[in-house]
């Protein structure tokens, strides 16, 4: 008998609907923990940006490679690289991407799910992603 992984673990190579048109945002693997904690790894590359969005539960965003940026709505975007953590707090309206130069891979880590995963928002506008 051919032995399969439990349902809870996927490897999935996809393009998220919510990023910036003709920019790659790729979901590498992700995983949950106990019915209630997801983790993924994502990969996008030079100038990509996800939509604004915010989580129910918060977020924990991990940089593992890269350059990119990060903002919540109403602050300034921060430049981030590999070994910072952000912490979104619970339905906090942000967006993160890439930067102009440089491609980011990074973990990002939601609790609770069982509140509920992600709701996405407008597009990024090239304004804000340049600001």
């Given at each position: 008998m051919?032995?399969?992984?439990?349902?809870?673990?996927?490897?999935?190579k996809k393009?998220?609907?919510?990023?910036?048109?003709?920019?790659?945002?790729?979901?590498?693997?992700?995983?949950?923990?106990?019915?209630?904690?997801?983790?993924?790894?994502?990969?996008?590359?030079?100038?990509?940006?996800?939509n604004?969005?915010?989580?129910?539960?918060?977020q924990i965003?991990?940089?593992?490679?890269?350059?990119?940026?990060?903002?919540?709505?109403?602050e300034?975007?921060?430049?981030?690289?590999?070994?910072?953590?952000?912490?979104?707090?619970?339905?906090?309206?942000?967006?993160?991407?890439?930067?102009?130069?440089?491609?980011?891979s990074?973990?990002?880590?939601l609790?609770?799910?069982?509140?509920?995963?992600?709701?996405?928002l407008?597009?990024?506008?090239?304004?804000?992603?340049?600001?």
């Amino acid at each position: 008998m051919k032995r399969r992984k439990p349902p809870y673990f996927l490897k999935v190579k996809k393009d998220l609907p919510n990023s910036s048109p003709g920019m790659c945002i790729r979901i590498v693997w992700w995983k949950t923990i106990r019915s209630t904690l997801l983790w993924q790894a994502t990969c996008i590359s030079n100038r990509g940006r996800s939509n604004w969005h915010s989580h129910p539960a918060g977020q924990i965003l991990v940089v593992i490679d890269g350059v990119g940026y990060h903002q919540f709505e109403g602050e300034p975007r921060e430049t981030i690289k590999k070994g910072d953590v952000i912490k979104c707090p619970p339905n906090t309206k942000h967006w993160r991407g890439a930067s102009t130069d440089t491609g980011m891979s990074h973990i990002y880590i939601l609790p609770n799910t069982e509140k509920g995963i992600v709701e996405w928002l407008e597009p990024v506008t090239d304004e804000q992603y340049s600001n």
